[in-house]
């Protein structure tokens, strides 16, 4: 079983420390963790440490990986070359660090993918003519199409509609637990956190504010801390959790004002 595991973990921008301290438990494959915290806290730069893209004090480490890359990375910022096909950009993403040699085998995975993300339709259209969510369903694919055992996903949903956002998380919630693959999910919405991440992990002001079991993570202090809203987590008649949102703290115009 894979696992990741952060131990002290720091990164910087020409100099300028974003992150510091950062250590978590063993995350294991099966799981689904999401990254969260307020805009401009540093999730996509852990992604981008944890992936190598970045160096900084610390360790990323990584035990039970049975490939020399096990994890695959989707960022916010896809970078697609907007005239390759959608079949021709999973295909590119799938041959990353392998001999310039496509198999059948290399085929057939992207068409699994395809397949598995529902995109048969867009296989052929180039990707610059695509909708922003029928790119981001692209960049999964090109994720998953990589077969990795650790994915990190920096907001994955968001330009996804709601049926979309839902079946997506589904999905990846199904390939932890049937594959062992270890999903780790930044994102904004804390009601898909509660509803379908097993453990949370939350960044602010350069480091780890919280991290733990989703359920006991989001709490009415850490919501009103953190993300600077008076909310509280309910069930609703289905057992499922909704996250009640009573109002904004403080004034988003304010300091414009003044
Ligand atoms: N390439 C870069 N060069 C310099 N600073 C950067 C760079 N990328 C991000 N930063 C800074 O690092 C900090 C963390 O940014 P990051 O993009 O990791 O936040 P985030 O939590 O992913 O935000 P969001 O929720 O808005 O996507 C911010 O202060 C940002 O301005």
């Given at each position: 079983m894979v696992s990741l595991e952060l131990r002290n973990l720091a990164a910087s921008y020409g100099g300028r420390e974003v992150l510091s301290g950062i250590t978590t438990p063993k995350l294991t494959g099966g799981q689904v963790v999401s990254l969260l915290g307020p805009n401009g806290a540093g999730k996509s730069t852990l992604f981008r440490r944890i992936f190598g893209i970045l160096k900084g004090a610390g360790e990323v480490r990584i035990e039970g990986g049975s490939s020399p890359r096990p994890i695959a990375y989707m960022p916010q910022d896809d970078g697609m070359r907007p005239a390759l096909s959608v079949y021709e950009a999973v295909l590119l993403a799938r041959m990353q660090g392998r001999r310039l040699q496509v198999s059948a085998e290399d085929h057939a995975e992207v068409d699994r993918v395809i397949a598995l993300l529902d995109m048969g339709r867009l296989r052929g259209r180039p990707v610059g003519d695509l909708s922003g969510g029928q790119r981001q369903i692209v960049g999964v694919a090109q994720a998953l199409v990589q077969r990795p055992q650790i994915v990190l996903m920096d907001?994955?949903?968001?330009?996804?509609d709601l049926s979309r956002q839902i079946g997506l998380q589904t999905l990846m919630r199904s390939l932890a637990r049937e594959q062992g693959l270890l999903v780790v999910i930044a994102q904004h919405d804390l009601g898909h956190a509660l509803r379908f991440t097993d453990v949370s992990l939350v960044i602010a002001e350069g480091g780890l504010a919280a991290c733990g079991p989703t359920d006991e993570v989001i709490t009415p202090a850490l919501l009103r801390d953190i993300f600077e809203v008076e909310a509280r987590v309910e069930r609703c008649s289905k057992g499922i959790p909704q996250l009640m949102v009573d109002h904004r703290l403080g004034d988003l115009g304010a300091e414009a004002r003044h």
């Open positions: 907001e994955p949903t968001s330009a996804l």
